[in-house]
């Protein structure tokens, strides 16, 4: 079993930052891939940001404003958002893709409002 838990939500101004932190715990015995995704009503989830073997892959929407960072012996990633937007407002969700499979934490709401 694998289990994968996000922190860091919330609601910010627009302009202002956010990180978000999720770990993963469990039976992990090679992680390849570790993402955030975002999610609003009545919308697909879409890939935000990605890690792999250090390079971080971005959506154009969040390029220049998001950074992606991981440690692999500590089994975590970090999203770091600035200049945050009105339209970056969604649930967020930490993927883990390990040897053994695809993971998702339960997500972690961020609103962007004045």
């Known amino acids: 079993q694998v289990q994968v838990v996000e922190s860091g939500g919330g609601l910010v101004q627009p302009g202002g930052s956010l990180r978000l932190s999720c770990v993963a715990s469990?039976?992990?015995?090679?992680?390849?891939?570790m993402g955030w995704y975002r999610q609003t009503p009545g919308k697909q989830r879409e890939l935000v940001a990605s890690?792999?073997?250090?390079?971080?892959t971005y959506a154009d929407s969040v390029k220049g404003r998001f950074t992606i960072s991981n440690d692999y012996a500590k089994n975590t990633v970090d999203l770091r958002m600035n200049s945050l937007k009105p339209e970056d407002t969604a649930v967020y969700y930490c993927?883990?893709?390990?040897?053994?499979?695809?993971?998702w934490g339960q997500g972690t709401q961020v609103t962007v409002s004045s």
């Open positions: 993927n883990v893709v390990t040897a053994r499979g695809n993971y």
């Open positions: 890690i792999r073997s250090g390079v971080g």
């Open positions: 469990g039976s992990i015995f090679s992680i390849y891939v």
